[in-house]
């Protein structure tokens, strides 16, 4: 198993571009999340999917879509980039129930706007 | 808004040093997580923590749920290079959807 997979590694944008981030997992997982990371703020949550066909919005939407058209796969897009969007975007996944509630990460992408 | 305060926010210590890291919050939650990011990679989860006062051990890590459930802490005995990395706390608000709150994250640097 790949466990949770994310494309691309790496990103260069130019303000106004637009770009899709894409996250695979082989887990069977309901729930799939989009952070990103920034020094000193640990992760925060971009968006979420609790399942197939259904997304909500987390601490930080704004410049920001998401769509889970199918199960295995949760697609982060930017519009228009901004450079306050640079940042390490991290996709997790987990189960559903239990307290025990492990996400599982992704690699990241490094993104960068100019 | 941050509700999860680690410190310190960066520790470089020798090498059989002990030490602790702290997670703390004004916010109640259901569980408490931490992980360890090393660079280039995704956090991967060390440890879950549900009841208020729970200890656990994970060989030289111990990690602690406060009583109320609003802090945690991380105690590292002799720790080694390969301790090396990003340590977040995550707590758990509970319901449907469990979503984690991160905190600010401490970054240790083991030296040799």
């Known amino acids: 198993n790949a466990g949770v997979t994310q494309t691309p590694k790496f990103r260069v944008l130019k303000t106004g571009q637009s770009m899709t981030l894409l996250c695979a997992q082989d887990m069977n997982h309901e729930y799939m999340y989009w952070y990103r990371q920034d020094p000193g703020m640990g992760l925060r949550l971009i968006h979420y999917s609790v399942g197939e066909g259904t997304t909500a919005k987390g601490e930080v939407p704004d410049g920001y879509n998401v769509s889970r058209l199918k199960k295995q796969n949760f697609l982060l897009g930017l519009e228009s980039a901004a450079p306050s969007q640079t940042s390490v975007y991290f996709c997790?996944?987990?189960?559903?129930?239990?307290?025990?509630?492990?996400?599982?990460f992704g690699p990241g992408t490094r993104l960068t706007v100019l | 808004t941050q509700l999860l305060e680690q410190s310190p926010q960066f520790l470089s210590i020798q090498e059989g040093e002990n030490l602790t890291v702290y997670c703390n919050s004004s916010?109640?939650?259901?569980?408490l997580q931490w992980y360890r990011q090393e660079p280039g990679e995704g956090p991967v989860l060390l440890v879950t923590?549900?009841?208020?006062?729970e200890v656990k051990k994970l060989k030289r890590l111990t990690f602690q749920f406060g009583d109320a459930r609003k802090d945690s802490s991380l105690h590292i005995t002799a720790a080694q290079p390969g301790d090396t990395g990003l340590y977040l706390c995550a707590g758990a608000r509970g319901g449907a959807t469990n979503k984690l709150i991160f905190g600010t994250g401490t970054l240790l640097a083991v030296q040799p």
């Open positions: 997790a996944s987990r189960t559903t129930g239990g307290i025990y509630n492990e996400q599982f």
């Open positions: 916010s109640v939650f259901s569980s």
């Open positions: 923590v549900v009841t208020g006062g």
